[in-house]
Every structure is written in structure tokens, then in C-alpha cells.
């Protein structure tokens, strides 16, 4: 394949030729699947659309799960690994276990991708994607998603533990958090209206509700009939009382008002230097629309692996060298179910579907077509009877 090397990052590189040119080959772009996936954006949105018109909610939990992604050693995918019996990835980390949600909207998305334009698209990127159609769908800005990101090979769960701030961090932590990701207080204040949308646990604002004096006594004690002083941890709360499923700027009327739900929200208007900020983004939606995108930009731009680093994940929740290992692991959707007996090669259309094999791991695959190697099926079997039969799963040999 001829390498062409546009004259611009030529000149860049020549420039940057001491510092080992690694500025230019760790830059994102906007064109990147131009040719290698034209629907991609398309796709993602498709699914998208789905998702939040089944759960309103699921857009901020795909949102959610891009940030804590991306402040875990940037945006590589690594959240999406599942733990396995040698490995203990960042899922079940404090900030993520319990309440980290769409993993299974992902593993969809990234199904419909692979579909179109098998390994190619990472799944880093189609979690950037997706948070930023997730805000949109919910009447939020949109902003041009730099893409090129590959997926890790590894996942932290300590540095998940420690790099992500909680429901409980004050105003000099949540700034320290975000400075520790070259973003700044403005940034930080811009990227906490993503709390106009979605829901906390009981959990995580009793104390704020119970403690602290600066929230109003009458959403104060709203609160607490539904969140009990102890027990019923799990009880869901929206972030905005105002519109919890509309993303608006609302969050900020209600800091003003004193009516964050979070103890870290409240922390932006608290008589301190973020005060100016909320009250500017509280009565004009277009700054805070626009500096909430150009901070996603920055956000979705913190350490991608790019070039030949990391990899184009085939699963979202395992590594490929995994995949490889294991010949069971065929949980994407192209694959072939090898069947006793001679073989023809028989296309079924399928939906959702969830298979289970002989060592109990369970297969979701979605997709159109099922690529079977079977023996002496007919095209209209029913999917139970295949169940029923000795399923040996192998991967295709490019696979
Ligand atoms: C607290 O909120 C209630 C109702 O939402 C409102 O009537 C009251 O004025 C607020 N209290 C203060 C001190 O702002
Ligand atoms: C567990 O997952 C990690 C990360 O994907 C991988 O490196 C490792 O090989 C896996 N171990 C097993 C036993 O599958
Ligand atoms: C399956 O098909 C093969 C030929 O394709 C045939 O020889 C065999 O008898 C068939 N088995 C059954 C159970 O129908
Ligand atoms: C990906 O697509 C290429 C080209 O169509 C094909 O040769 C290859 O087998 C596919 N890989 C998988 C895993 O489906």
C-alpha cells in the first residue's frame, strides 16, 4: 500500500523531528474511517437512537462511561474489559462497580460496526461516538468526534480507584482531578452540566442531603423520604430535579438554587471561584452548549493510543490476544457455529439472541447473519434446535 504523507505533517513532523515527532502520529482526526468505514457514524447513531429511545437514561450512563474511560490512562477502551480468572480490569474498581451502566449498549454498537467494516473501528472510539450522540438525542450540542483512538490490551483498575473523582470530592479535588488531565476549572465546571442528565444512588448523596448546609432544607428533606439516613443505598435520585432526561442548562439553575444532588456538585457553587461560571452558564444555555463541547473535544483527546499502539479490539470486553487463546470466545458476531457432519455453508437472518454454550459463558450476538456451517440444517430450522446440539465454536481463520 503506498503511503502518501500530506505535505502539512511533513513540515510539522520536521519541526518536531527532536521531540521524536510523536505529536503527529498521536493526532486524532476527523476523517479518520472516511474510507475504511463511511457509515460508521451513521451506525453509532442508529444504535444510539434506539438505546435512548428505549431508556432515556442510557444516554448519560454512555456518557458516564466515556469519562471514566477516558480519565483511566485516557481514552482507550480499557473500561470495557471484563475481569477473567488472570486478570482484574477497571469494571469492578470503587467508582465503577455497581453503577458504571451500557456496557451491554457497547457491545451492540460495536456489533453493527464490525458487521459493516470488520476490524476496524475501535471500541474506544465508538464509546466517543456514542456519548456525544447520547447528548444530542437528549437535545444537548453536538461537536465534531476526532477519531483514531485503538483500543488497550490491559486495563488499571488502581488507577481507575484513584483517578476518578467522587460524588463526596471537594472544589480543590475535583480541580486537582481534572488539572491531573490537563483540564482546567472552567473545563471541569463545563463537564460537570453532564450531571443535567442522568440519576445517582442514594448512596452517593446521603451525605450531601444529611450533612451539609448548603443545599435548600426543603429539596433537602424531598430527598430524604426516598433516601433513608441508612439503607436503601440503591434509590435513585435524578441529577437535575428540573428535567432529568433533557440535556439543558438547567444543572446550574439549580446549583444556584441550591439544589445540587451531589456534594461535588454543590462544590461548583459554594461562594468560591467557580460561582461566576455556573451563573453565567444558569442563564445562557449557548456558553455552557458550547463550552461543554469544546471540553468533550479536550476530554476525548486525553492519551489515545494511535499508530501502532493498542489494538482494534474485535471484542469490546476482551483482548484479542485472548480471543485467540480461547476458541470459545466467540462472542462477536461473525463467526461460525461448527455443527457435526458435513458441512454447507447456510446464511440466517437472527436478531438479538443469546446462546449459551456447553461451558455455560453465554454469546449476544446481534447481527443480521449468522454465518453457520452446518451440516444438514434446513434455512428454516428453529434457533432452539441448534442450541440443542453440540455447539463447537471456531474462530474464521482471519478472525
Ligand atoms: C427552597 O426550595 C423551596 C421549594 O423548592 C422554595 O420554596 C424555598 O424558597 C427555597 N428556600 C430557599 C432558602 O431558597
Ligand atoms: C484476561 O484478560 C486479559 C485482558 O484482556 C488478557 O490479557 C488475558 O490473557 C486474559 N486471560 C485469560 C486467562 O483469558
Ligand atoms: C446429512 O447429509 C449427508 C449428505 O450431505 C447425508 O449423507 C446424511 O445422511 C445426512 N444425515 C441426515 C441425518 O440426514
Ligand atoms: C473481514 O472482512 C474481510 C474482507 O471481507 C474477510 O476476508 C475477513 O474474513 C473478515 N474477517 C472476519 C473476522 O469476519
Given at each position: 500500500?503506498a503511503?502518501?504523507?500530506?505535505r502539512?505533517a511533513?513540515a ?27 457509515n460508521?457514524e ?5 444504535a ?13 450512563s ?7 474511560d ?14 477473567n ?40 472510539d ?37 483517578n476518578l ?9 475535583l ?8 483540564l ?29 448546609a ?21 434509590t ?11 440535556f ?8 444556584v438554587?441550591q ?5 461535588s ?14 451563573r ?21 483527546n ?25 476458541s ?39 447481527s443480521?447473519i449468522?454465518?453457520?456451517?452446518a ?25
Amino acid at each position: 500500500m503506498a503511503v502518501t504523507f500530506p505535505r502539512r505533517a511533513l513540515a510539522v513532523c520536521l519541526l518536531a523531528l527532536l521531540a521524536g515527532c510523536s505529536t503527529v502520529a498521536g493526532q486524532l482526526s476527523s476523517t479518520f474511517y472516511k474510507k475504511k468505514c463511511s457509515n460508521l457514524e451513521s451506525i453509532v447513531l442508529s444504535a444510539m437512537t434506539q438505546a435512548v429511545n428505549n431508556e432515556p437514561r442510557m444516554g448519560a450512563s454512555i456518557l458516564r462511561l466515556f469519562f471514566h474511560d477516558c480519565f483511566v490512562n485516557g481514552c482507550d477502551g480499557s473500561i470495557l474489559l471484563d475481569d477473567n480468572t488472570t486478570f482484574t480490569g477497571e469494571k469492578n474498581a470503587g467508582p465503577n462497580a455497581n453503577s458504571v451502566r451500557g456496557y451491554d449498549v457497547v457491545d451492540t454498537i460495536k456489533a453493527n460496526v464490525e458487521a459493516a467494516c470488520n476490524a476496524t473501528v475501535s471500541c474506544a472510539d465508538i464509546l466517543a461516538l456514542a456519548a456525544r450522540d447520547g447528548v444530542v438525542l437528549l437535545g444537548g450540542p453536538t461537536w465534531t468526534v476526532k477519531l483514531g483512538r485503538r483500543d488497550a490490551t490491559t486495563a488499571s483498575q488502581s488507577a481507575a480507584n484513584s483517578n476518578l473523582p467522587g460524588p463526596g470530592s471537594s472544589l480543590a479535588q475535583l480541580r486537582t482531578f481534572f488539572a491531573n488531565k490537563n483540564l482546567n476549572a472552567r473545563d471541569l465546571t463545563a463537564l460537570s452540566g453532564a450531571h443535567t442528565i442522568g440519576q445517582a444512588r442514594c448512596v452517593n448523596f446521603r451525605s450531601h442531603i444529611y450533612n451539609d448546609a448548603n443545599i435548600n432544607a426543603t429539596f433537602a428533606a424531598q430527598l430524604q423520604q426516598s433516601c433513608p439516613s441508612s439503607g436503601g443505598d440503591d434509590t435513585l435520585a435524578p441529577l437535575d430535579l428540573q428535567t432529568p432526561t433533557a440535556f439543558d442548562n438547567a444543572y446550574y439553575q439549580n446549583l444556584v438554587a441550591q439544589k445540587g444532588l451531589l456534594h461535588s456538585d454543590q462544590e461548583l457553587f459554594n461562594g468560591v471561584s467557580q460561582e461566576a461560571l455556573v451563573r453565567r452558564y444558569s442563564t445562557g444555555a449557548a456558553a455552557f452548549n458550547a463550552d461543554f463541547a469544546g471540553a468533550m473535544v479536550k476530554m476525548g483527546n486525553i492519551s489515545p493510543l494511535t499508530g501502532s499502539n493498542g489494538e482494534i479490539r474485535l471484542n469490546c470486553r476482551k483482548g484479542n490476544a485472548e480471543k485467540q487463546r480461547n476458541s470459545l470466545l466467540c462472542s462477536l458476531m461473525q463467526f461460525r457455529v461448527q455443527l457435526k457432519s458435513e458441512l454447507n455453508l447456510l446464511l440466517v437472518d437472527l436478531g438479538n439472541l443469546k446462546l449459551n454454550n456447553l461451558d455455560g459463558i453465554s454469546w449476544i450476538i446481534n447481527s443480521d447473519i449468522l454465518e453457520l456451517e452446518a451440516g444438514n440444517l434446513s434455512a428454516d430450522f428453529e434457533i432452539s434446535e441448534i442450541l440443542n446440539l453440540k455447539i463447537e465454536c471456531t474462530l474464521s481463520e482471519n478472525f
